[in-house]
Structures are given as structure tokens and as C-alpha cells.
């Protein structure tokens, strides 16, 4: 008891210390710059004062992308079309407790309303969300994460960072994905069950994510610079969502800009 105890008090210190750091950021880091159109704003300013540092990192996940995830994602577009709907459907609906606590903390009544109604629907009618009925229903799927939340509270982007692994994030973002971890509504469960269905739900959401990005990502590869190139898109991607909801827009998802999952797949 006494050493759950302390866990608690640890998760709790280092989540208050982790946004009084991006309460700083909000102040360093550059607005996003010109008009805010259906996508998000129509430029982002990025701050990424350690982009040599970035550059090392992000050629160690190309690497990594080039002989392991990008062709799983191939291999994984070969299978029929019901199939990767499926997938993602059950992928998405798996997602859908997180997705409703940050529309939650963000103070998106329209948006938890769908959410809800969304896991409900397809977690019964929808077979344990293999197939989006919801959707049919007016009820279209739409991303949340604890970045996204911080942005909706005012939090600054802060810093580019590259992460092994995950790819290009900003601090705020980075941040957001150990917050979220704690905010996990079933990240306290020792059952293997859970674990092994938090797992599938990773890997799956990380290949069937970077197949749908593959023709992106392949238009960017023929860029100048394929880092900046990528690193401005993602940029431009997530400040288009934190701009979503603060407005509490509802509206179906667009093709991703770039393989985002929860984590985030290598790049």
C-alpha cells in the first residue's frame, strides 16, 4: 500500500512539473503565423533550435522505417480493403476512452457527446468496433490527445524535438504522451488480457497508420529536404488539430499527414 502510495505521489509530482516546463514554452516558443483556414493555420512558424541533434535522430529512424515499418505497411496494403477497415476500426474504437478524457479536459461537450456514442454504437452494434457503424449514424471518428488538450489550454508548442522511435514532435506534444500514459483508463490494470490488447492495438494502429500515410511520405521523400519537409507537415497537421478543438469541431477525419498513432511510428 505505502509503495502504491508513492507511485501516485510520483505520477502526480512529475505531471505538475512537466506543465509548469511547458507553461515556459507557451512563452519561447513562436505563434503559429497567418490565418486559420478549414485545415488549421495556413503556416507554422517551428522552433528547432536542436535540429542537428534532430537530424541524427531522425536518420536512425529513417533507417529503422526503411527496413522494418515501411514494408510491414506494404505488405499490409496488399490485404483486402475489408480487412484494413476492420483493423482500423477496431483500432480506433480501442482508442475511443482516450480520445473521449481529453475531449473531456477540453471542455468539448459536442465532442464527448460523439465520442461516447461512437464507443457505445460500435462496441455493440458494430461488433467490438469491427465495423464503423457509427459513422453511418452521423457520429464520424475524430482524434484527441493530451498534446492536442495542452494546446487547447493555452500551452505554447515549444521546441522541435525528434524522438527514436516515434519521430517529430514539439515539447508540448512530447510532454503530452508520458501525461498521457497516467490519464490511461486502463493503464492501472495488471490483467495480461488488457496488456496484450493495449499491445495488438499498438502495433496494429502503428502499421495500419503508416500505410495510409506511405503515399505522403513518398511525395515528401522527393523534396529538397526531406527532414524539414516532414518535420513542417506534422507541425502543420497538429496545430490544424489543436485548432479543432478549440473551435469543438466535429467532422470526419482527414488522411493523415504523416503516420500518427498512439505512439507516434518511426519516420
Keep these: 500500500m505505502p509503495s502504491r502510495r508513492l507511485s501516485t505521489l510520483f505520477r502526480v509530482s512529475l505531471t505538475a512539473a512537466l506543465l509548469l516546463l511547458l507553461g515556459g514554452c507557451a512563452h519561447t516558443a513562436p505563434p503559429p503565423a497567418g490565418p486559420v483556414d478549414a485545415e488549421g493555420p495556413a503556416t507554422v512558424v517551428v522552433h528547432d533550435p536542436a535540429e542537428p541533434v534532430n537530424r541524427v535522430v531522425f536518420g536512425f529512424n529513417r533507417v529503422l522505417d526503411t527496413v522494418l515499418l515501411k514494408p510491414l505497411a506494404t505488405a499490409y496494403g496488399w490485404l483486402p480493403e475489408p480487412v484494413n477497415d476492420g483493423v482500423r476500426n477496431v483500432v480506433n474504437n480501442l482508442g475511443e476512452p482516450e480520445v473521449f478524457i481529453n475531449d473531456v479536459l477540453q471542455g ?3 465532442r ?3 465520442t461516447l456514442g461512437r464507443f457505445v454504437v460500435n462496441s455493440t452494434v458494430g461488433l467490438l468496433g469491427l465495423f464503423d457503424v457509427a459513422s453511418h449514424w452521423h457520429m464520424p471518428y475524430h482524434d484527441a490527445d493530451m ?7 493555452g500551452v505554447g508548442n515549444g521546441p522541435i524535438v525528434e524522438l ?3 519521430g517529430s514532435s514539439n515539447s508540448r506534444d512530447a510532454a503530452g504522451r508520458v501525461i ?9 490494470t495488471d490483467s495480461d488480457t488488457v496488456k496484450d490488447i493495449k499491445t495488438g492495438k499498438r502495433v496494429a494502429g502503428t502499421v495500419d497508420g503508416r500505410y495510409r500515410a506511405l503515399p505522403f ?3 515528401l521523400e522527393q523534396s529538397p529536404d526531406y527532414y524539414r519537409a516532414l518535420r513542417d507537415a506534422i507541425a502543420q497537421r497538429r496545430a ?3 485548432e479543432q478543438g478549440r473551435a469543438g469541431e ?5 488522411p493523415p499527414a504523416a503516420p500518427e498513432t498512439a505512439p507516434q511510428p518511426p519516420l
Design 147 to 153: 498534446g492536442q488538450t495542452l494546446g487547447v489550454w
Design 112 to 114: 464527448s457527446a460523439n
Design 217 to 219: 511520405t513518398e511525395r
Design 240 to 242: 490544424g488539430l489543436v
Design 108 to 110: 468539448n461537450g459536442r
Design 250 to 254: 466535429v467532422r470526419p477525419e482527414a
Design 180 to 188: 498521457g500514459l497516467f490519464l490511461d483508463p486502463f493503464g492501472g
Design 164 to 166: 527514436p522511435l516515434f
